[in-house]
């Protein structure tokens, strides 16, 4: 039994709508239930702030959400992406898609769930800090979303790219390749940056008066450890060009 060329690009279509949204799934999920079980902590001991923390911790959520929501979309294109017409090279550049977004989103869905699990013990050691603190988790959570944000412009590029109509192996494992490379170049540095984010959260509630040179620490090891991610990018956008 032999496969139309349509009927390969469906398949593949469908293969990287599930491993994007379910891979990007991972980190989301392990991020918003690391920010809900600090939040839970510090009601326990300041049940009078409740009201603020559970704020917070929405918040934060929110943002880790924000990775999850990148491989949604993904997904939802890849599911509704053309096959007819296109070259058999599509499936692999469909393959890639779904690895380089999937990937990318479960670094930094962990790693912005780090600082607002911070932000919420820190209301609670230090409650009229807790503007200031969302403030910085809010700057710390958003660079850790990088990672992801590169990965989605892979996964863009590669939906969209023409490619020529004959099918060839190097092409084919080069498309494969710029969402593999981009999509586990992203989960380090996602990771990452919430460590950082999250030990300076941390540190502010700690010591207020620290807040100003905590956030330029914070800052300049987040563009340090983000920097293998531009690597990853980099290298993904050379891969995906050599088609």
């Not at 496969?3 to 989301?28: C, M, N, P, Q």
């Amino acid at each position: 039994m032999t496969f139309e060329t349509y009927e390969w690009i469906r398949a593949a279509a469908f293969t990287g709508a599930g491993l994007s949204v379910g891979l990007s799934a991972i980190g989301a999920a392990i991020g918003e239930g690391y920010t809900a079980g600090k939040a839970n902590q510090a009601v326990s001991y300041r049940p009078n702030l409740s009201g603020e923390i559970l704020r917070t911790m929405l918040v934060g959520q929110a943002v880790a959400e924000t990775a999850g929501i990148f491989g949604l979309v993904i997904a939802m294109m890849l599911l509704f992406s053309p096959a007819e017409g296109h070259s058999i090279l599509t499936a692999w550049a469909y393959l890639g898609a779904g690895l380089a977004m999937g990937l990318s989103a479960i670094g930094s869905g962990v790693g912005s769930g780090l600082p607002a699990g911070s932000a919420c013990e820190g209301i609670g050691r230090q409650p009229g800090m807790a503007n200031k603190l969302n403030t910085l988790m809010l700057i710390g959570s958003g660079v850790s979303q990088s990672p992801a944000i590169f990965g989605f412009l892979i996964a863009l590029l590669l939906l969209f790219k023409p490619l020529p109509d004959t099918m060839a192996l190097i092409p084919a494992f080069s498309l494969l390749a710029s969402g593999l490379c981009m999509g586990f170049g992203a989960i380090g540095p996602g990771i990452g940056d919430g460590i950082v984010a999250g030990n300076a959260v941390t540190g502010a509630a700690r010591n207020p008066e620290t807040l100003s040179i905590l956030t330029r620490t914070m800052l300049v090891g987040q563009a340090v450890t983000e920097s293998t991610a531009i690597y990853a990018l980099v290298v993904a956008l050379l891969l995906s060009l050599n088609t």
